[in-house]
Nanobody, 123 residues
Framework: QVQLVESGGGLVQAGDSLRLSCAAS????????MAWFRQAPGKEREFVAA????????HYADSVQGRFTISGDNAKNTVYLQMDSLKPEDTAAYYC????????????????WGQGTQVTVSS
């Protein structure tokens, strides 16, 4: 059974940093893509960042470009999201997602999802 388990969320002040982790178990995503999405109350889920294991390429949403960094440890089947210069508008539940293929789109589709970790940024 595939599981994605996120950790690292919390309550911080604007300008602070947080690092989220997502540990995958049950299968390897070494030839696929792992990503982070977020959903704020009353809003639709939105793409944040993704990393392609094979090419080690990354992609970011415009809203986080230059502030967030996605990285991964293939041996640990774990992906990280380093979030710097956090803003109140970054407040959301952050979800890890994964797929076992490269695909054409960074934002969809994803086969596996974690349960989420809450990030709250106070002003």
């Amino acid at each position: 059974q595939v599981q994605l388990v996120e950790s690292g969320g919390g309550l911080v002040q604007a300008g602070d940093s947080l690092r989220l982790s997502c540990a995958a178990s049950g299968r390897s995503f070494s030839s696929g893509v792992m990503a982070w999405f977020r959903q704020a109350p009353g809003k639709e889920r939105e793409f944040v960042a993704a990393i392609s294991w094979g090419g080690r390429s990354t992609h970011y949403a415009d809203s986080v470009q230059g502030r967030f960094t996605i990285s991964g440890d293939n041996a640990k089947n774990t992906v990280y999201l380093q979030m710097d210069s956090l803003k109140p508008e970054d407040t959301a539940a952050y979800y890890c997602a994964a797929r076992s293929f490269t695909g054409r789109s960074w934002t969809t589709p994803y086969d596996y999802w974690g349960q989420g970790t809450q990030v709250t940024v106070s002003s």
